[in-house]
């Protein structure tokens, strides 16, 4: 009942980019500005819980926006990642794909980064996708079930090469087992995928088997 709830507040919020906002068109962090225009980065004044970040509007498999993300531009001060409307329940992002394999990275900005480079790459916002009240790990399933029906069928876990990142994986690639052919790729550690080396990257091209 009280997901039911949750859902029907969350589909009541009608978000879209606030008035304002500024478009971003240069390169952010090495991504470069097309990949930037591509997924609508802007920053804006108002509302104050969106200042001083890069915000990307992150839209459903329909098209609509459900909230938008942002993360601090320069500052260390603060929660470096916020969502607006507060509490919405986050997926998958993109929602689309094109390709039979997707990589699974924690960050937005990591998404970004192998989008870039020419990869395909999901972000699923955080290492802990698994929980313990998922009986039988249906809520997860569930979650990457759209990747299922758009022909993806190869996953590669990236997440972040620290302690949470490493039993992240772990635990995914146990959820996913019998439903994906589903590899992890560890990175050293500290590393992420947006700070991915060219030899670290090359690994990775040869791994998926794009070259």
């Known amino acids: 009942l009280k997901d039911k709830i949750l859902k029907i ?3 009541s919020v009608e978000v879209d980019i606030p008035l304002g906002a500024e478009f971003i068109h240069s390169e952010y962090r090495n991504i470069s500005a097309k990949t930037m225009e591509k997924f609508k980065a802007f920053k804006v004044e ?20 459900k909230y938008l993300h942002g993360r601090l531009e320069h500052s260390k001060v603060g929660s470096k990642y916020t969502n607006y409307p507060k509490g919405i329940e986050k997926f ?5 794909v094109n390709t039979d394999y997707a990589i699974i990275v924690e960050g937005f900005v990591d998404m970004l980064s192998l989008v870039d480079k020419g990869l395909t790459a999901i ?3 955080g290492s802990t996708l698994v929980s313990k009240s998922d009986y039988g790990n249906q809520k ?17 876990i990236c997440f972040d090469g620290d302690i949470a990142g490493v039993n992240g994986a772990t635990k995914l690639k146990k959820a996913l087992d019998n439903n994906y052919n589903i590899e992890i790729i560890r990175l050293p550690k500290e590393m992420d995928p947006g700070s991915i080396t060219d030899k670290e990257f090359n690994k990775l091209k040869k791994r998926i088997g794009i070259w």
């Open 9 to 11: 507040q969350q589909e």
């Open 46 to 65: 108002k509302p104050e819980d969106l200042a001083n970040r890069i915000i990307w509007p992150i839209y459903d498999i329909a098209g609509e926006i």
């Open 92 to 96: 998958l992002y993109p929602q689309i």
């Open 123 to 125: 972000c699923a916002f």
């Open 140 to 156: 997860v399933i569930k979650k990457f079930s759209n990747l299922k029906l758009q022909g993806v069928n190869r996953l590669y």
